[in-house]
């Protein structure tokens, strides 16, 4: 029988995600343009207290730097109008450029916007603002989630901000490519993982951790595929190899444990649990993680998928129930 996204995607599929994540990005969707933008002011001006601080270094702002200085040297009123413009997702020039943008440098650019806005560079919210029961609804969930939590509804606030350039060619307006993170603690060189031992998911796991992304999709069937969290499977070594360049730099992951279970056709059915620690955090807090692998009988990957857990309790939640 031939493997199929479709089936693929229904593997472990009783592995529990936290619902806080999807449902405070609902209500975030859900809030005015003004709301949305009065959110991230409170939530970044917020950060270092109760919601967790990101820290997107140097060499990732320089890609945001001339959005940014063009935003400067504007009046309060078009600075407004600017930020108002990326909440709707307007086509201006400004939007197109934050629209080729990857997710990290989106959340690079409002982490030092938020910045700008503290010191009175850029126009904060209008001081007559009053903060509406839905942006009190959702800073309060935000705060109550952890730490990768908080940093995922962040990250998905921001991604779909700015005009939709999916289906433009490269431009004058697109950046040059994203800088690799400094890494702020050395990756596990050698994986071991508890009950597995399935040369294409350690080696999968080396090569992340070693920012070999090369080395990553040449482990991947030539129409397989790649399910972040909360997205769709991205499908394809082409497509897989441009998320990972953009989107997983710096990480370092560590499982923990797992089971894997064998297919009539030879294929394997795997589900691991471990943590991931991202350069926005450092090496001090990580994100629960489950992946969920099928191997095709030639010891390629054909399909993972990267889960975020619900509670520290999941990470011990391998059986099927």
């Known amino acids: 029988m031939a493997l199929t996204i479709d089936s693929a995607q229904n593997i472990f599929k009783e592995t529990q995600l936290p619902s806080q994540i999807p449902a405070t990005i609902a209500l975030f969707d859900q809030l005015s343009v003004d709301d949305k933008l009065a959110y991230l002011w409170y939530a970044y001006t917020e950060m270092g207290k109760t919601i967790t601080p990101a820290a997107p270094g140097a060499a990732r702002l320089q890609l945001a730097e001339s959005l940014l200085n063009q935003i400067k040297q504007m009046s309060p009123e078009e600075q407004t109008k600017v930020m108002r413009d990326l909440a709707n997702r307007a086509d201006s020039p400004i939007s197109r450029s934050y629209g080729f943008f990857s997710v990290n440098t989106k959340l690079a650019f409002w982490f030092e916007l938020g910045e700008l806005m503290k010191q009175g560079v850029v126009a904060p919210i209008p001081a007559n603002y009053q903060m509406s029961e839905g942006v009190k609804v959702v800073l309060e969930t935000t705060q109550k989630l952890d730490a990768g939590q ?23 307006s697109k950046p040059t490519a994203e800088p690799a993170f400094e890494r702020t603690s050395n990756a596990p060189k050698e994986v071991k993982i508890d009950g597995i031992n399935e040369p294409a998911v350690t080696k999968y796991i080396e090569a992340m951790n070693a920012d070999n992304f090369d080395a990553a999709v040449a482990l991947f069937t030539d129409d397989g595929a790649l399910q972040p969290p909360f997205h769709k499977p991205i499908v394809g070594k082409q497509a897989i190899g441009k998320y990972m360049r953009e989107e997983a730099q710096g990480l370092n992951m560590m499982p923990k444990k797992g089971i894997s279970e064998n297919g009539p056709d030879g294929s394997k059915q795997l589900k691991i649990t471990g943590v991931v620690e991202t350069p926005w955090f450092g090496a001090n807090v990580g994100m629960n993680i489950a992946w969920r692998f099928l191997v095709n009988p030639q010891g390629k990957i054909f399909f993972v998928a990267i889960d975020m857990l619900a509670s520290p309790k999941e990470l011990l939640n391998l059986g099927r129930k």
Request: no cysteine; aromatic share 4%.
């Open 150 to 172: 908080q940093i995922t509804v962040l990250r998905n606030t921001v991604v779909d901000m700015g005009f939709d350039t999916s289906g433009m060619a490269p431009s004058s």
